[in-house]
């Protein structure tokens, strides 16, 4: 619900802003002329009909005073519009949660660590096996501690996969086997073309 209502929050803000840039530079160049030949406010005004607006708007805002069907939808609009800004207040306000790894939770406290810089040192320590040419890794957090690593090594043609899947995870055990991290690991020959 929240990652809906940020999503929903950029693009409001993004049209908003935009809507509000060409409003500043029209007003600001007919605020430039004064009279109501060429560039003005009063000239503004009429290309606007505001006049007549006026008197088109106005008709249906005295209906809305008295009881009746339009009263009932313009109250209607009036809490959908308090929800939709309750909503987008929501989407600006409430902190993002941010998913990190519990490694250990014992006495002293918990030891965690956020899921990009785990997958960095895991590509680092899978980047100096010997054959390894690229390696991708993705973590996943558990409910309780520990988590997932997909890891995604490719190696080049004379290198033998098994040897290099079997030196991928010793190099890996350093930081899976403490931390109750499972590796799930995909050995693969790199191609010629990317």
């Known amino acids: 619900m929240i990652v809906l209502a940020r999503g929903l929050v950029r693009l409001v803000g993004f049209v908003a802003l935009l809507a509000l840039a060409a409003a500043g530079l029209v007003l600001a160049v007919f605020c430039i002329g004064t009279g109501t030949s060429g560039p ?25 005073e008295t009881h009746g069907s339009v009263a009932v939808i313009a109250l209607a609009c009036g809490f959908g519009a308090i929800l939709l800004g309750l909503l987008l207040l929501a989407g600006v306000l409430v902190p993002r949660r941010e998913r990190l790894v519990t490694l250990s939770r014992g006495e002293p406290g918990t030891l965690a660590a956020r899921r990009r810089a785990l997958a960095q040192a895991a590509t680092t320590l899978v980047e100096r096996v010997r ?48 931390f109750d991290l499972k590796a799930r690991l995909e050995v693969r020959r790199r191609g010629r073309v990317e």
Do not use: Y
């Not at 505001?50 to 008197?55: E, F, G, I, T, V």
């Not at 080049?156 to 055990?173: F, I, K, M, Y």
């Open 40 to 64: 003005s406010l009063a000239r503004l005004a009429k290309l606007l009909h505001l006049a007549s607006l006026r008197d088109t708007v106005g008709h249906w805002l005295g209906q809305m």
């Open 131 to 178: 054959g390894v040419t690229e390696a991708r890794i993705r973590v996943r957090p558990r409910r309780t501690t520990g988590g997932r690593l997909s890891v995604r090594a490719s190696h080049t043609r004379r290198a033998d996969p098994a040897q290099v899947q079997t030196a991928v995870h010793e190099a890996l055990g350093g930081l899976t086997e403490p």
